[in-house]
C-alpha cells in the first residue's frame, strides 16, 4: 500500500472471521515503515502488511488509526524500521490490516483488428489459442460496440465513458495542421473524466502500457504526459509522451529496419526493440508493476494496448518469408498469431496466482475494425474507418473467474447490446469508485451483463458519427455520416438525415436489406434523435471534406470514354496517380507522326503517339521518358490497340491484336498538372515528338484506371 500525504490507514477487525474459521493468511506480523527521504517526508510504503482473505458475508467494521506526525520519529532516524505500534494494535483488537479487496481490471485493446479474427470468433486461417481459452473460461460477447470506427477517437471513449465527439476527437490524430484541418483538438483535454483517475482516487495503482494515440504524436509533442491523465505509470510507443517502445524491422534475409524513429522527440527513455515482440515489451512492463500492486495489497488497474495488430505487419522474422509469401493477409494473421502468444504470458501470470486469478477482470476487444485485405469481420460489412458493423463492432471477451457467474463461465452472449463508452461507469460499479463530482456520463453501468449476471444492454441508443476524413473509403464511396443503433434497429443516414439505411441488425448483421422505404415512422423517429444527437455534440469538418472528397471521388472514377479533341484539364482530368493505365482506342492515321492521347507534360504523364510511322507509348517519370516502340511501321487502314501501363511501370502495346512492344519504366505512376488531350498534348508534351497534332481520325478512347 502506498500511503501518499495521508497519515490514516484503515484498518478491518477480523475477529468475526477468525470465530467463523475464516482463512486468514498471515504474511508477516509486522509491517516496514519506509521513509522515503527525498519525496518530501510524506510517502510511506508498508510492505508487506498483514493481509487475508475475506469471507462472503462478513461485514468487518473499520477504524482508523491516525498515525501521528509524532509518530514519524519511528521512521525520520532510520532508513527503515519495524512499526511497532502496528501488531500492538493489532493484538490489543485481535484485528489484521485487511488486504484492499477491490477487483483488479485489465484491460486489453487491440488495434486494428477485425470481429472474426479471434478463432472464437470464426477465425479458421488462424489461430488464438489464449484469447479462445480466456473466452471459454469466461464470456464471449457478440453485440459489442467500440464508440468510433477509428483509432484516437475509440481510445477516448472507452477512456472516459463519454462520446468522443465531445472532446473535438473524432478522427486519428496526426499532425497539427491535419488535426486542424479536420477540426480536431490537437490531444484529449487532461480534464476529461478519465477511468484511470476515477480509479486512482478510489486507491488503485494505474498503469498504461501500450498505445496512445490521444495526445502526442508526429509534430505534436508538446501533449501533457500519459501520467497527467490519471496514471501512475506509462509506457507507449510512437503515439504518445514519454517512455516508449518503438520498432525495428526485421525481414526474412536479416536485414533491419527501424519505423517511426522521429517519436524520440515525444519523450525518452526509448527502447528500440523488433516490432514483432513490442507486446511483449509491454507485457514484460505491466507484470512487475501488477506484482509490486499485489504485494502492497493494491488493488490495479492496467491497460494493455498493443501496435498490434495494426499496420505495417511485422512477423517475426523467421516466419517472415511464409507470412510474405501469402500476402497482406498472410502477414496480418502471422501478427496476429504472434500477438496471442505474447498475451499468453500475461493471462498466465494472472491466472496462475490464487489472489489475483479470483480478484481480477479482464476485458479484450479491439479499438475499431479491421483493414482492408488484413482482418475480417465475418458476416459484418465495411472495414476499419466505416460505420457500418465492420467498422465499429468489436469482439469483447471477459474474463475474471473469482467475479463472474458461475453459470455464465464458458458462454457467448449474442444479445446484450452495449459499448465501450459502457466499461467506464460499469468498472466504476465494480471498484465501488465515483465518477469526478458533476460528471455525465455517456456510458452506462452494465457491469452485472459483464459479469454473467444479466443479459441486460444499455438503455439508451448508441450514437456514432463517422471521421471527418473518411467519407470515401477502402472502395466505398459516399459513406454515411451518422448512425444510431437502437434495439434490434440500425438507421445510417447524412449530417442533415438525407439518404437514410435502415436494417434490423439482429436478423440482418450483414446490413444487407435496407428497410429504410418500408418503415419510414421509424425512420424518421431514429433520424430525429440522431440529428438531435449530433446538435449536442461539438462539430468537425466533415461536412466540409466530405464534399471535397466526394468532388475528388467524381474525379476518380475509373472508365472514360473520350473523343478526338477532347480536353480534360484542371480537376475533370482524370486522377491516374497510383494506378494502372489501360488505353483501348481505334484510328486512321494520315501521317506519320502524331498524339493520339496524351496526359501530363515532361515531368510526370503518359502518352500514346505515332514517332516515324511508328506507335509509341510512352510513360515520364521524374522527367525520365521511357518508351514502347512497336517494331514495325504501321499499316495503312484502322488500326486498333491495347496500351496498358501496370501500377509497378510495365508497358504493354497491343497491335491489332498482337503484342507489339513492351518496357518497364520501374515507377508507379504519379499525377501531373498538366491535363489530358486526344489528339494533341498540350501545355508541356510527354514524348519527344516532332509534332503534337494528329492527323487523320480517332474513334473513341477509352480509358481504364485501377
Ligand atoms: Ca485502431
Ligand atoms: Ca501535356
Not at 490489543?92 to 485487511?98: E, I
Not at 465531445?166 to 473524466?193: C, F, M, V
Not at 498538366?674 to 501545355?683: N, P, R, S, T
Amino acid at each position: 500500500m502506498v500511503f501518499e500525504n495521508h497519515n490514516t490507514f484503515t484498518f478491518y477487525s477480523a475477529h468475526a472471521l477468525l470465530l467463523v474459521g475464516g482463512m486468514v493468511l498471515f504474511g508477516e506480523h509486522f509491517a516496514v515503515v519506509r521513509h522515503h527521504g527525498s519525496s518530501g517526508g510524506k510517502m510511506f510504503e508498508v510492505s508487506p502488511a498483514v493481509w487475508f482473505y475475506s469471507v462472503e458475508n462478513t461485514m468487518p467494521f473499520a477504524m482508523s488509526v491516525s498515525v501521528m506526525e509524532s509518530s514519524l520519529m519511528f521512521g525520520y532516524s532510520h532508513r527503515s524500521v519495524i512499526f511497532r505500534l502496528l501488531p500492538l494494535v493489532l493484538v490489543a483488537f485481535c484485528s489484521v490490516v485487511r488486504a484492499d479487496t477491490k477487483p483488479n481490471v485489465v484491460v486489453v485493446f487491440i488495434d486494428d483488428m477485425g470481429w472474426a479474427d479471434f478463432s472464437c470468433f470464426g477465425n479458421t486461417d488462424a489461430e488464438t489459442p489464449a484469447i479462445d481459452r480466456l473466452a471459454r473460461e469466461g464470456i464471449a460477447f457478440e453485440q459489442f460496440y467500440v464508440n468510433s470506427p477509428i483509432c484516437s477517437p475509440s481510445r477516448v471513449a472507452i477512456s472516459t465513458g463519454q462520446y468522443p465527439q465531445r472532446w473535438r476527437i473524432t478522427s486519428y490524430l496526426a499532425h497539427r495542421q491535419l488535426n486542424e484541418l479536420r477540426g480536431l483538438a490537437q490531444w484529449l483535454d487532461p480534464k476529461a473524466p478519465m477511468l484511470a483517475r476515477s480509479l486512482k482516487q478510489a486507491g488503485y495503482a494505474t498503469g498504461h502500457f501500450g498505445k496512445w494515440h490521444m495526445g502526442g504524436q508526429r509534430d505534436v509533442d508538446e501533449a501533457p504526459a500519459i501520467t497527467e491523465y490519471g496514471f501512475d505509470a506509462s509506457l507507449t510507443n510512437f503515439e504518445g509522451m514519454g517512455a516508449k517502445l518503438l520498432p525495428l524491422t526485421k525481414t526474412g534475409d536479416g536485414k533491419v529496419g527501424k519505423i517511426w524513429g522521429d517519436a524520440v522527440r515525444l519523450g525518452e527513455p526509448v527502447t528500440w526493440m523488433q516490432r514483432s515482440e513490442i507486446t511483449s515489451g509491454f507485457v514484460d512492463a505491466a507484470i512487475p508493476f501488477m506484482e509490486k500492486a499485489k504485494t502492497a495489497n493494491q488493488a490495479f488497474y492496467v491497460n494493455i494496448w498493443p501496435d498490434d495488430v495494426h499496420s505495417p505487419f511485422w512477423p517475426p522474422a523467421e516466419e517472415y518469408n511464409v507470412a510474405k509469401s501469402k500476402g497482406k493477409r498472410g502477414l496480418y494473421l502471422a501478427v496476429l498469431e504472434a500477438m496471442d502468444r505474447q498475451f499468453a504470458k500475461l493471462f498466465g501470470y494472472i491466472r496462475e496466482n490464487p489472489k489475483l486469478r479470483d480478484n481480477t477482470l479482464v476485458l479484450v476487444c479491439s479499438d475499431n475494425g479491421c483493414e482492408l485485405g488484413a482482418g475480417q469481420a465475418g458476416p459484418l460489412k465495411g472495414y476499419k474507418t466505416h460505420l457500418f458493423e465492420g467498422g465499429i463492432r468489436s469482439p469483447l471477451v471477459v474474463w475474471g473467474p473469482g467475479l463472474i457467474a458461475d453459470d455464465a463461465v464458458g458462454t457467448r452472449n449474442t444479445t446484450s447490446v452495449f459499448s465501450a463508452i459502457d466499461l467506464t461507469p460499469s468498472l466504476l460499479s465494480l471498484a465501488k469508485a465515483k465518477p469526478p463530482v458533476g460528471t455525465i456520463y455517456d456510458g452506462e453501468d452494465v457491469l452485472d451483463t459483464l459479469l454473467g449476471k444479466s443479459t441486460a444492454g444499455r438503455q439508451a441508443e448508441i450514437y456514432f458519427r463517422r471521421p471527418p476524413d473518411r467519407k470515401n473509403y477502402y472502395g466505398f464511396s459516399q459513406l454515411p455520416d451518422l448512425a444510431v443503433r437502437q434495439g434490434a434497429w440500425k438507421l445510417l443516414c447524412d449530417y442533415d438525415g438525407s439518404r437514410a439505411q435502415l436494417y434490423h441488425i439482429e436478423s440482418d448483421p450483414g446490413e444487407e436489406k435496407n428497410l429504410a422505404a418500408e418503415k419510414l415512422d421509424l425512420v424518421s423517429k431514429l433520424t430525429a434523435k440522431l440529428l438531435a444527437w449530433n446538435e449536442t455534440m461539438p462539430q468537425d469538418n466533415g461536412l466540409e471534406l466530405g464534399t471535397q472528397s466526394e468532388k475528388k471521388a467524381r474525379n476518380s472514377r475509373k472508365r472514360y470514354r473520350l473523343q478526338q479533341g477532347d480536353d480534360l484539364s484542371g480537376k475533370s482530368a482524370p486522377d491516374y496517380g497510383g494506378r494502372s493505365v489501360t488505353i483501348t482506342t481505334s484510328f486512321d492515321s494520315k501521317g506519320s507522326d502524331g498524339v493520339i492521347v496524351a496526359q501530363g507534360g515532361d515531368k510526370q504523364g503518359y502518352a500514346l503517339y505515332i514517332r516515324g510511322g511508328k506507335l509509341v507509348l510512352g510513360v515520364r517519370d521524374a522527367w525520365k521518358l521511357t518508351e514502347a516502340i512497336a517494331s514495325e511501321q504501321l499499316a495503312s487502314g484502322i488500326t486498333t490497340v491495347t496500351a496498358t501501363i501496370s501500377t509497378n511501370g510495365k508497358m504493354e502495346l497491343v497491335v491489332n491484336g498482337k503484342l507489339a512492344a513492351t518496357a518497364d519504366a520501374r515507377c508507379v505512376l504519379a499525377q501531373a498538372g498538366d491535363g489530358l488531350q486526344v489528339g494533341d498534348d498540350k501545355i508541356k508534351p510527354v514524348g519527344n515528338y516532332t509534332t503534337t497534332i494528329f492527323a487523320g481520325s480517332i474513334s473513341e478512347v477509352k480509358l481504364k484506371f485501377d
